[in-house]
């Protein structure tokens, strides 16, 4: 079988690179362009001195964002820009006759006025909106394979999906508000340089951020909650900044649909949810970041508390903000796309 060429849109940021490193251990797929913006093209060797000597010096050199070209050499873009930049290339790459996988969030969201009204800026290309598959394959799998334009989930809205869709499916929460405590490493703000990611400024400190209540993952979630539920579920989510690299740890708390849910109950509805599901690991111990660094998996564990005559469920899920939580799903989903088992090069 022919490998599955692969072009990466902004492969000097944090995404980037991270899935030019898992498609160079990848069996089926080969690097075969790397596209910048930038009027000095660069060699992402110099952007990324631990490439060296794992690169071809003609694939390293970045190239263009040209997508003729790039549909000439590759079979799929994927596009590792910011919010707002991906949606002016997704649809000349598609029009070339591109599988693309987009790892920002101009597909994610089902509504165009949500977009608009979170995202702050008209969407640009709606008709490709409605086409989009979300691109998480543990809930979605069978959509993403027959699309052409794949939305990788955002890095939160994955951790808080995988924690919660067991629980909905088996009826075992109430779904009048769900709260999530999120924290994530630093890389999850991507490369460029913002006060509060400077070194003194977050190294040894850990704090919530942004709007609490508003943050741009909320309605994200919530869209995937609606999904699986077949109602709204209305739910709050509060990041935190996490003085490490990498990882996410989600503490999601909700209310269990009657009082005689047991939480062997629970521990069933994972198991049950995730038995064949090679990334979610459901655990008995408590996830840690440190245990999917640098790996695709999703770790899920759930307890049912007692306060007074109320009880609550906690759910903790951790994953690799950059792995599980954009490079290698999306890489998981590639290999959908192009009928690969899907742990191919992840594993
Ligand atoms: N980091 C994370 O944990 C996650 C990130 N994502 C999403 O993935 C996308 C990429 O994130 P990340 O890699 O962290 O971001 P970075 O800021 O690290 O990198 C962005 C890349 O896009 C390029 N770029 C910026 N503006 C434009 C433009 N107008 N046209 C073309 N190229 C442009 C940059 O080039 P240059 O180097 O020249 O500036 C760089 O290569 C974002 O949408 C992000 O939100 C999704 C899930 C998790
Ligand atoms: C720590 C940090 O700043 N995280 C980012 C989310 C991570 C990310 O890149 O968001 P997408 O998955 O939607 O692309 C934020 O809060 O906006």
Do not use: W
Not at 77 to 85: E, N, S, T, V
Not at 121 to 137: F, R, V
Not at 267 to 272: G, L, T, V
């Amino acid at each position: 079988m022919n490998s599955i060429k692969a072009a990466i849109i902004g492969p000097t940021g944090y995404t980037g690179v991270y899935l030019i490193d898992i498609l160079l251990r990848h069996p089926q797929a080969e690097l075969a362009y790397l596209a910048s913006h930038r009027d000095q093209l660069p060699d992402i060797r110099d952007e990324f001195p631990q490439l060296r000597g794992r690169i071809d010096d003609e694939i390293a050199q970045c190239r263009p964002i040209d997508p003729q070209a790039i549909a000439a050499e590759c079979d799929v873009a994927f596009l590792a820009l910011p919010h707002r930049a991906a949606m002016a290339y997704a649809p000349k790459l598609l029009e070339a006759g591109l599988k693309v996988v987009d790892l920002s969030a101009d597909y994610r969201l089902d509504s165009q006025s949500l977009y608009e009204e979170v995202y702050e800026t008209p969407h640009g290309d709606p008709s490709n909106l409605e086409i989009a598959a979300y691109g998480l394959p543990e809930l979605f799998r069978d959509k993403i394979k027959d699309a052409d334009l794949v939305a990788n989930p955002g890095c939160y809205p994955s951790a808080a999906a995988l924690g919660v869709a067991p629980l909905i499916t088996h009826s075992l929460v109430k779904l009048d508000k769900i709260v999530i405590n999120a924290a994530s490493g630093v890389t999850g703000a991507g490369r460029k340089a913002a006060p509060h990611l400077h070194y003194p400024e977050q190294n040894e400190s850990f704090f919530a951020y942004g709007k609490i209540g508003g943050h741009r993952h909320q309605c994200e979630i919530e869209q995937t909650y609606k999904r699986i539920a077949g109602k709204d579920v209305p739910a709050l989510f509060v990041p935190h900044l996490l003085p490490l690299d990498c990882g996410i740890l989600e503490t999601i708390y909700l209310e269990p649909a009657t009082d005689d849910v047991t939480e062997a109950e629970l521990f069933e509805a994972f198991e049950d949810t995730y038995k064949d599901e090679p990334f979610v690991r459901v655990l008995e111990g408590m996830p840690n970041v440190k245990h999917v660094r640098n790996t695709n998996f999703c770790d899920v564990t759930v307890r049912l508390t007692q306060q007074g005559d109320n009880q609550t469920i906690v759910v903790f899920s951790a994953i690799d903000n950059m792995v599980k939580g954009a490079s290698g799903a999306a890489v998981q989903n590639m290999n959908l796309l192009f009928d690969l088992p899907e742990t191919m090069g992840l594993l």
